[in-house]
Nanobody, 129 residues
Framework: EVTVVESGGGSVQAGGSLRLACVVS????????MAWFREAPGQEREGIAA???????????YYADSVKGRFTISQDNAKNTLYLQMNSLRPEDSAIYYC???????????????????WGQGTQVTVSS
């Protein structure tokens, strides 16, 4: 079973940056797609960034419109770690952030929640104005 563990959340002022990390137990078909989701109180869990961990180019990434241009998903295969660099943070980015892993059920790895089967415990990100 693939397991993922997030870290790196915290509190920051608007305009600041944070980097989240997610350690995956091992890369396999079931963890080929890796993604970041977030869930704010009273809102649906939203897929904000995803990538195909086997892709050789950064073009195989997905970003939600709400974070495009501000957040960057990346990986360090040597460390079995996925990252989410978050810049220009806004108060509306405050949420619990989750890392998720899943098999490639579609032509590209995206932000559909039910495509992912391994979830971390979440890490809180709070952005103050």
């Amino acid at each position: 079973e693939v397991t993922v563990v997030e870290s790196g959340g915290g509190s920051v002022q608007a305009g600041g940056s944070l980097r989240l990390a997610c350690v995956v137990s091992y890369y396999t078909y079931a963890s080929r797609c890796m993604a970041w989701f977030r869930e704010a109180p009273g809102q649906e869990r939203e897929g904000i960034a995803a990538m195909d961990t086997t892709a050789s180019t950064s073009g195989n990434t997905y970003y939600a419109d709400s974070v495009k241009g501000r957040f960057t998903i990346s990986q360090d295969n040597a460390k079995n770690t996925l990252y989410l660099q978050m810049n220009s943070l806004r108060p509306e980015d405050s949420a619990i952030y989750y890392c998720a892993a899943g098999p490639p059920l579609r032509s590209t790895c995206g932000g559909a929640r039910y495509d992912y089967f391994s979830w971390g415990q979440g890490t809180q990100v709070t952005v103050s104005s």
